[in-house]
């Protein structure tokens, strides 16, 4: 067991940790920046769209290009994958352009499936969170990930890094056909690891992950303003909230 303290907060009794992996221990505005800009330039080859358009689809999938920077308030930081391909179809009815979930998703399959042949160039480890997460690995804390991304993208990051061994159970988005926020994902991790939600914290960069842990029945989440959302809004979620996770103190019981 251990405790985890900042000068405003102590969190005690903790024999487990959850992570989500972008913008928690990848830099996301790098990543996703990029993988938004593929898919974009691919929706306006696929619907003969004008090339103009590409800063707009950009925005509408929450990337501003002029910038190189995600939107903290956009769909990419607020809602997990379905959510965000519904909003984008709506979206491109602006554009006069109808279209389907399931055409918009075939879409976004087949640019991960260019994407992450060379996704070691798109990839940015958080420098702080690893070094975080090395330390309660090494002090016997079980360490899971749930994300929305896909397990088989975030198992190729792992083995890029040679992170394996410091995770112990990944669910993903094809892991469950549940959301993120449900907890049902949270709760796979959970089962995987032989947790006891009591005894297990969150650790994510947005509301969902916050959502994801409620109703996984953890009651502590922990949130970290290196992915797209400050420090002030994340507080109006989480307490438990800090700027980068070096701001822990790991205390052993």
């Known amino acids: 067991?251990?405790?985890?303290?900042?000068?405003?907060?102590?969190?005690s009794n903790i024999d487990t940790i959850l992570f989500d992996k972008d913008g928690t221990f990848i830099d996301l505005h790098y990543f996703w920046g990029k993988m938004t800009e593929l898919r974009a330039k691919e929706v306006i080859k696929r619907f003969s769209m004008k090339d103009e358009l590409f800063p707009k689809l950009c925005m509408y999938l929450?990337?501003?290009?002029?910038?190189?920077?995600?939107l903290?308030?956009?769909?990419t930081a607020l809602y997990s994958r379905p959510k965000i391909i519904d909003i984008f179809c709506e979206n491109l009815k602006e554009c006069r352009v109808h279209t389907t979930h399931q055409e918009?998703?075939?879409?976004?399959?087949?640019?991960?499936t260019i994407f992450y042949k060379e996704m070691e160039k798109y990839t940015k480890p958080i420098e702080s969170a690893i070094d975080f997460i090395r330390k309660v690995n090494s002090l016997g804390i079980k360490c899971g990930i749930v994300t929305s991304d896909s397990k088989e993208s975030t198992l190729l990051t792992l083995k890029h890094f040679h992170w394996e061994d410091l995770f112990k159970s990944v669910i993903g988005r094809e892991s469950t056909p549940e959301h993120k926020e449900s907890g049902i994902p949270a709760k796979m991790a959970l089962e995987e690891l032989g947790a006891d939600p009591k005894t297990t914290i969150m650790i994510g960069d947005a509301p969902m992950d916050y959502l994801a842990a409620v109703n996984a029945g953890i009651k502590k989440t922990i949130l970290v303003a290196t992915g797209q959302i400050e420090k002030e809004s994340l507080l109006e979620t989480s307490p438990y909230t800090v700027n980068t996770l070096n701001e822990i103190e790991i205390e052993v019981e």
Not at 62 to 70: E, F, P, R
């Open 104 to 112: 918009i998703e075939k879409i976004f399959d087949y640019i991960n």
């Open 62 to 70: 929450g990337y501003d290009i002029t910038t190189g920077k995600m």
């Open 1 to 11: 067991m251990i405790n985890l303290k900042t000068k405003d907060w102590t969190i």
């Open 72 to 75: 903290k308030d956009g769909i």
